[in-house]
């Protein structure tokens, strides 16, 4: 209970608790101490790194933390697995698929909902692109990443629009002593290098985090077996062609917190790359694509803050981001003769610019009331030499509410719900408009015993606004813009159990079912003479007409064992249908995942992980010679061992290796993915 004698703070205990005489004589007597110690040993602000104004999910209240919340990878797995971009190191987790797709970039998938459904977050400040709502998750390195979360289909409303599918906040590091820090070097297959330096200070009433790294590679080899089907192959050495990368990325934060329960922080992330575009190498009739990444640039500056106010807290965040890229084409694979067209080249130049307001209310009893006000203005620039350029801008406000209930000390309830509103304020010779949409959520949870296991119940209703790209793209003059696109909508159905059933191991079991409507699919509409090619008269044009089921499971597991040994695994089962046009199968996410884990430190020197990743079901886009428009990939299971020895205890040095096997597959057809590659690293710790 929380009075205002008493006022509140991000981590509060509880009033006294008491049980009905109807719950068993052991949890009456333990459920209590549990809880009321568990709030009772929690610091004011985390002593872990973690930067807690970064997280939107609260992780401490006056109600008990709910097991089924977001699923996290921490800086030490990410480090330890040599996970060095935000895609490698989600891909441990249960219900995450990773793809590729023809322009180089790095895909995720969460439960069969890509990142337009599911989108980006750094310290909870939107990131996504906002012309096609797309991430390339290969481009943001983890170097200066304390952890990362996910949330499902019981992501929090307080996010704001568009997480259809889930969320996931990548979340920096905030200093915890006077001077902490890194340094990491390493190198690998594929002429791989890359350095990354950490610096931190925390002197109470103030603190710095700074950051740098760069991350380069000039190709990735090709697996064992594997061919280039082309008629004219591009790819027949033994390293995959024009598969360069070169990312540098630095980040700033300085941070004021004049009491134990206000803070102030700002921020400014710079990160500039470059990237090849790999050539298609099987045997569909679709086109050749020879591209170039000159630059893929990003600059993030954001403010957020947290104060007390009697018995609330009030959260802000202000934030500008800017994105740019160009892309070039050329005629073959010698790229010495540049395509210049009405396409080519191409700059995009987009900026974003926001601001969120959430209030914490802790005034009645047993509630954690919650309010948010979104507001974001996204803004795009198309341009090209031959042609006019295209301005677009979209505002988005949002004004969420949720409120998290203890309705006994072994039941709590979250309630949730929100109204989105996008405005077309400027766009490039077509019509402005607007629409909204409602969102609502359920959560309900029950302690099952005094280890902290929990079975958990939740429903909820999301939607995703269609992008700028999703209303306007002519798709190269061979589509037709539809600026009448409504969002689509999402119904979840959850129930899960969460805990430790056994001496020292942890699990999570979850079913879940989504029904998505209106989902933009391409439908052929009558074509406005000279819309889509000199002579044809119909056209593919975007269309709410789609519905699509998703249902599956998820197990993870975790399990200490004697002899410092340790195992961990990830299985998914995920089946995904098309109501509305069965024929079209949905794509790019397999039927079957599993990561598994194992490692062993025979001494305190040494630490020996082993991996193994493995999927079946996967199918695939491809334009075949027989008229099919979907190809079933093969399984595949890949190995990876790596051990690291710490000299000293600010020291350590890591070897490893990855796809030992030397396995030829593919995420996406006519993409080969790594062979056999090793790294090494190296780290001092300060």
């Not at 977050?121 to 998750?137: A, R």
């Not at 679709?286 to 403010?303: A, E, M, Q, T």
């Not at 000293?648 to 290796?657: C, T, V």
């Amino acid at each position: 209970m929380i009075t205002p004698a008493s006022p509140p703070s991000p981590r509060r205990a509880p009033g006294p608790i008491t049980l009905s005489p109807s719950v068993p004589d052991w949890r009456r007597r333990w459920l209590p101490a549990l809880v009321s110690a568990a709030f009772a040993a929690a610091p004011v602000w985390a002593a872990d790194g973690v930067f807690e104004l970064g997280t939107v999910v609260v992780t401490g209240s006056p109600v008990p933390p709910s097991a089924s919340g977001e699923a996290v990878v921490s800086a030490a797995q990410m480090a330890s697995g040599n996970r060095d971009t935000v895609a490698d190191a989600v891909a441990m987790l249960p219900g995450v698929s990773l793809s590729k797709n023809s322009r180089n970039e790095d895909m995720v998938y969460v439960r069969g909902f890509d990142a337009r459904q599911v989108p980006v977050f750094v310290d909870g400040i939107p990131l996504y692109v906002p012309y096609d709502g797309y991430v390339d998750f290969g481009r943001f390195t983890t170097f200066d990443l304390a952890e990362i979360r996910v949330a499902r289909s019981d992501a929090s409303l307080l996010y704001g629009p568009n997480t259809l599918g889930g969320a996931i906040n990548l979340v920096t590091r905030k200093p915890v002593k006077p001077l902490e820090g890194d340094i990491r070097i390493g190198i690998g297959s594929g002429d791989l290098s890359k350095v990354a330096v950490n610096l931190g200070s925390n002197q109470e009433s103030w603190y710095l985090q700074l950051g740098a790294s760069y991350l380069d590679a000039n190709s990735f080899p090709l697996p064992h077996g594997f061919k280039d089907r082309k008629a004219v192959p591009t790819d027949t050495g033994d390293k995959r062609e024009n598969a360069y990368r070169t990312d540098t990325r630095a980040s700033f934060k300085l941070g004021f917190t004049p009491n134990a329960t206000d803070e102030y922080a700002i921020g400014y992330v710079t990160q500039d790359g470059e990237k090849g575009n790999p050539v298609y190498t099987g045997d569909s009739n679709s086109g050749i694509r020879y591209w170039r990444w000159p630059y893929w640039d990003k600059d993030s500056l954001y403010f957020i803050s947290n104060t007390r106010l009697g018995d609330n807290i009030l959260k802000t965040r202000l934030y500008e981001d800017r994105y740019k890229n160009g892309l070039y084409a050329y005629s073959d694979s010698t790229y010495s003769t540049e395509l210049e067209n009405k396409n080519f080249p191409s700059y995009y130049d987009d900026r974003v610019r926001g601001a969120s307001v959430e209030l914490t209310s802790y005034l009645l009893r047993d509630h954690e009331l919650r309010v948010a006000a979104h507001y974001k203005e996204d803004k795009h620039q198309d341009s090209n030499p031959l042609s006019p350029t295209k301005n677009y801008r979209d505002v988005t406000t949002s004004l969420a509410i949720e409120d998290t209930v203890t309705l006994a000390p072994a039941w709590r309830l979250r309630l949730g719900a929100s109204h989105d509103r996008r405005d077309a304020k400027e766009v490039y010779q077509w019509p402005t408009g607007s629409t909204s949409a409602t969102n609502g959520l359920i959560e309900l949870s029950h302690i099952l015993d005094d280890s902290g296991s929990e079975l958990y119940a939740l429903a909820s209703h999301k939607t995703r606004f269609p992008t700028i790209k999703d209303r306007y793209s002519a798709r190269m003059g061979a589509a037709l813009p539809n600026p009448d696109l409504k969002p689509e909508t999402a119904n979840h159905g959850e129930i899960g159990v969460k805990g430790t059933p056994w001496d020292g191991g942890r699990g999570q079991l979850a079913v879940f079912y989504s029904h998505i409507q209106d989902l933009m699919q391409s439908v052929i509409v009558p074509a406005p003479t000279g819309t889509c090619g000199k002579n044809s008269k119909t056209c593919p044009q975007m269309q709410n007409v789609g519905r699509a089921r998703t249902a599956g499971v998820e197990l993870s597991i975790e399990q200490q064992l004697p002899a410092n040994w340790s195992v961990s695994g990830a299985y998914t089962y995920l089946a995904r249908r098309n109501l509305s046009d069965p024929a079209t199968l949905p794509t790019d996410t397999p039927r079957h995942r599993l990561f598994a884990h194992v490692s062993w430190a025979p001494a305190n020197e040494w630490v020996f992980n082993a991996t193994a990743e493995a999927e079946q079901g996967r199918k695939v886009a491809y334009a075949g010679a027989n008229g099919s428009t979907f190809r079933s990939l093969a399984g595949y299971a890949t190995f990876g061992l790596n051990g690291e020895w710490t000299p000293r205890k600010d020291m350590s040095l890591q070897l490893g290796m990855n796809n030992i096997g030397d396995k030829w597959y593919e995420l996406a057809d006519g993409y080969p993915m790594p062979g056999r590659t090793w790294y090494a690293n190296a780290t001092y710790r300060f």
